[in-house]
């Protein structure tokens, strides 16, 4: 069945540092999202992307969606203490098909 | 807009049991899906509904069902529960493709039921 994996499982960075966490599908994907988490909190959806290449940009993040449509990347420039939480991809091979998520990335930034 | 509400927000059962979890979506929403979500095993996705009907499913064995009402309010059950069945189940309204609307695919969650089994 689809998979969508992703990686690190976990990364702590010290404030200002840079982080990015990877997300890789087994089959070509109709668009990826992506969500945070805070800790004791619900996900929250951040972005979707549905082209192949595409970037997007909101403030310190970038997302990007691969030319193969299946992988796609998080990127935080200069973390900061409220980029803590757990950020998702998550994938659906067709509009309409469930959304299928990967198992996350913990940040945890030291200040 | 009030947002997804989910009911109970804790329980505790023990095996054998069963239970069942409610999900008020956003007014307008008629899709809802339903995730279980455990430490390590991010979120795994058990069923989507719309309009009443079940439109994908999970790998979860039959004791995981789940039904929507004509207001797209939606309930999943749980039967003969096991220990392993101890999570946070996450419940999503959104829009739905096809419907005329702008659809973003952007999923609207509420903020749990922590099940817990003894």
């Known amino acids: 069945g689809q998979q969508v994996m992703q990686i690190p499982q976990y990364q702590h960075v010290q404030e200002g540092e840079d982080f990015t966490t990877y997300c890789n599908s087994s089959?070509?994907?109709?668009?990826i999202q992506w969500y945070k988490q805070r800790p004791g909190g619900h996900p929250v959806f951040l972005i979707q992307?549905?082209?192949?290449?595409e970037v997007k940009k909101q403030k310190r993040l970038t997302f990007q969606f691969g030319e193969a449509k299946k992988n796609s990347s998080l990127h935080i420039t200069a973390t900061q203490t409220t980029d803590v939480g757990t950020y998702f991809c998550?994938?659906?091979?067709?509009?309409?098909?469930?959304?299928?998520f990967g198992a996350g990335t913990i940040l945890r930034v030291k200040s | 807009k009030a947002g997804v509400t989910q009911t109970p927000r804790y329980l505790i059962k023990t095996r054998g049991q069963q239970v069942t979890l409610s999900c008020s979506p956003i007014?307008?929403?008629?899709?809802v899906s339903w995730y279980q979500q455990t430490p390590g095993q991010g979120l795994q996705f058990l069923f989507e509904?719309?309009?009443?009907?079940?439109?994908n499913k999970g790998n979860f064995p039959g004791r995981f069902s789940g039904r929507q009402f004509s207001n797209s309010r939606s309930e999943m059950n749980v039967s003969t529960l096991e220990l392993g069945d101890s999570a946070l189940y996450l419940c999503?309204?959104?829009?739905?493709?096809?419907?005329?609307?702008?659809?973003?695919?952007?999923?609207?969650f509420g903020e749990g039921s922590r099940l817990t089994v003894l």
């Open positions: 007014s307008g929403h008629r899709s």
């Open positions: 089959t070509t994907l109709s668009n």
């Open positions: 999503a309204s959104s829009l739905y493709p096809g419907t005329g609307y702008e659809w973003t695919g952007e999923l609207f």
């Open positions: 998550a994938g659906r091979k067709a509009k309409g098909n469930k959304l299928v």
């Open positions: 992307l549905v082209k192949s290449g």
């Open positions: 509904y719309f309009s009443e009907t079940q439109r």
